[in-house]
C-alpha cells in the first residue's frame, strides 16, 4: 500500500478588496453627464447638468477643472448648489454694472504711438494696449472684453465697445495721438 501524503495545511489568504472604478452616467444620447463648475461657452452656465462627448469630458472638462462627475449625493445637492450659483453670478453681474458705470465716467482713454508725420501709425492699437491703459486708470478690463473690429492703425479718436459678460456692454473713447519725441 502507498502511503498518503500528510495533509498539508493551506492558509487562505483575505480576499482582495478591488477598487471599482467610478462609473460615469451616461445621458440619453449616449455621452457622459456633468455638473459644470465654471461657465462654458456654447456648453452652460455654471452648475447646469451636461451631457457631452466622452473625449470632451476626460480630455478637456475634468482635467482643466470646468466640471465634475456627478454622484448620486451631488445630484441631490445640485438645487441647493444652484442657488448658491445664482446669488454669486448676481453679485457678478452687480460688480460688472459697477464696472460699466466707472467706465462711463473715465469716459476717455488716450493710447501715445509711434507714428509718422501723417498720422500713420507704425505699428498698431490692439486690445491689450487698450486694456492695459485702462487697468492704469483702475478699471480692471481684460483684452478679451475690448472688441475691436480691426486693430487701430491711425491716430484720431475711436469709439470702443467693452462687452464685460453677462450681457453688460459699456463704451469708451480711444484716443490715439502721437508719442512725443523728445530732440535733443
Known amino acids: 500500500m502507498a502511503k498518503k501524503a500528510p495533509a498539508v495545511a493551506v492558509k ?3 480576499a482582495k478588496k478591488i477598487k471599482q472604478r467610478q462609473q460615469v452616467r451616461r445621458g440619453e444620447h449616449g455621452g457622459m453627464q456633468l455638473v459644470l463648475i465654471e461657465d462654458v461657452a456654447h456648453l452652460g452656465k455654471q452648475g447646469e447638468l451636461v451631457e457631452v462627448k466622452l473625449g470632451y469630458g476626460r480630455n478637456f472638462l475634468l482635467p482643466n477643472s470646468l466640471a465634475v462627475v456627478p454622484s448620486d449625493h ?3 445637492l445640485l438645487d441647493r448648489y444652484k442657488i448658491r450659483v445664482s446669488q454669486a453670478r448676481e453679485a457678478r453681474v452687480a460688480d460688472l454694472k459697477v464696472l460699466a458705470d466707472q467706465v462711463h465716467r473715465t469716459a476717455r482713454v488716450t493710447i501715445e504711438a509711434n507714428s509718422n508725420d501723417e498720422g500713420h501709425l507704425y505699428g498698431s492699437v ?3 494696449e487698450i486694456s492695459r491703459a485702462l487697468k492704469g486708470k483702475n478699471l480692471l478690463v481684460e483684452a478679451d472684453m475690448v ?14 465697445k467693452l462687452l464685460l ?3 453688460i456692454e459699456a463704451h469708451i473713447e480711444v484716443a490715439v495721438v502721437p508719442q512725443a519725441t523728445s530732440k535733443k
Open 12 to 14: 487562505k489568504l483575505p
Open 74 to 76: 451631488n445630484l441631490m
Open 126 to 128: 490692439t486690445a491689450v
Open 147 to 160: 472688441k475691436l473690429a480691426d486693430p487701430i492703425k491711425e491716430c484720431g479718436i475711436l469709439d470702443v
Open 165 to 167: 459678460g453677462y450681457d
